[in-house]
């Protein structure tokens, strides 16, 4: 079975920086791509990042592309998600996924994931 565990959130003030780990286990890393998502209390979930597991190829959400940066250390089975100049629109749980993303069967974008952990807080506070 598909394992997800994220981690790291905290209270931070607005301009400074988080990562956050997603320890993943139970599936093989490389026909698999892991994201992260995070749901506002009264928002829809947003995807905002991941990182497909046979060639790195990431993606990000046009609102934290140039802010957040995502990772992976196959041998420690864990993606992160760097968060830099945080501010408080930031504020949400954040959830780490995962999903089959392989040539021939690929995944379109954030919307394929279905396997998921459970969440993190971060609260920026301003």
């Known amino acids: 079975d598909v394992q997800l565990q994220a981690s790291g959130g905290g209270l931070v003030q607005a301009g400074g920086s988080l990562r956050l780990s997603c320890a993943a286990s139970g599936f093989t890393w490389y026909d698999h791509s892991i994201g992260w998502f995070r749901q506002a209390p009264g928002k829809q979930r947003e995807g905002l990042s991941y990182?497909?597991?046979?060639?790195?190829?990431?993606w990000y959400a046009d609102s934290v592309k140039a802010r957040f940066t995502i990772s992976s250390d196959k041998a420690k089975s864990t993606v992160y998600l760097q968060m830099n100049n945080l501010n408080p629109e930031d504020t949400a749980v954040y959830y780490c996924?995962?999903?089959?993303?392989?040539?021939?069967?690929?995944?379109?974008?954030?919307?394929?994931?279905?396997?998921w952990g459970q969440g993190t807080q971060v609260t920026v506070s301003s």
């Open positions: 996924a995962a999903e089959i993303d392989f040539p021939g069967i690929e995944i379109t974008g954030p919307e394929d994931f279905n396997s």
């Open positions: 990182i497909r597991g046979y060639d790195d190829r990431t």
